[in-house]
């Protein structure tokens, strides 16, 4: 074999390793399986954990870097026009840059990309986002304000048609999409609602996704998605998500189901700061004695009972026990903790959209 003909091969191999299968993506651009990130309440820094590192730590880069966690996981899609014809993206959220979503659409904020050979789902809770279709502006400039929480999960091709059914089931907001008949879609039934199903990514990681039930009543017996975690964990749960102060007690969320108790987060403290749940705008929550945590679409008030939605939950010790480890403060009762709390001291912010 002559040197030419090895340059040429080498770099052939460089460039198709450049090219392989899309995946969730750690700052320095390497492929995981997947990550959470969890961001300060103001500013752009974060706590980080994935599947090749599982502690939970401060980040290197903001989360609007241009080659940052999120940009890197997201660049096929800022690079559409070069990714092979089977490359799909899928943008949901019921806050679109431009617009919010109808109440009949899902209270749901995600991302899924599709190739050849994987899914990657990318769920979170931030309003406009991905803003624009660059790596120089996908982050919103809304989303420095407040909490936010993203989770990633790399899947293989195969499961194309289990993340079709449930953007399907929660009756995603679509606003962006490239390619959208990439995500393999075979079912046409649909499914009764509340209902869970197990979901292995790629690394053979094991997750659970969940659609929650509607209740036009807002009853929150059944149109509270963290009852439906609860009683499928068969777990206590404690939970973080948007401040909510409902007037009507018959429409509060309840602070237990049969048997389980369903604990409200009041401040976390992280590598990333510390903050209040009133400047979080995070939606998860952890079982106080499994391995599950979970990232949700749903807020815990009467307005959010009625809308479609759903979570994604991981079952992994570190994780879990991470989770819990950065819970700060809790009560029992979801009743007790005041809306607006956010800051100490002034401005007092005005509410920035009743559904949150
Ligand atoms: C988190 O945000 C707070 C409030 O802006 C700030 O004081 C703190 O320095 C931030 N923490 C980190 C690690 O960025």
Redesign the pocket.
Known sequence: MDVLWMIVLTVGLLGSHCEGAISCKNENGFDVDWFILYK??????YVYIDSTNQNLK?NNKLVNNQAGVLANTLNPYFEKNKQSPHFGFIAYNDQTPSCNALKEYGHSKGVVMMDEDNVVWLLHSTPKFPAGDESNNFYPDTGEKYAQIFMCVTLKSAQSAQIAQHLKDINAYIFKEHNRGKLKDSSTAPQPLPYHENLKSAGGSQFKRFVKQVSKERDPKEGDLYVTIANTLQSNLYIQTWRSEPKDPKKRPLSETEKKKLVTITSVK??????KHGCDHSKWCVSDSENWMCVGDSNREPSQFERPGGALCINNPSVAEAFRQIINSSVPDADSVSATEC?PGPPKRPRVDSTG
Do not use: L
């Open positions: 300060n309440k103001s500013g752009f820094d401060k992280t590598a990333a700061g510390e903050w800051d």
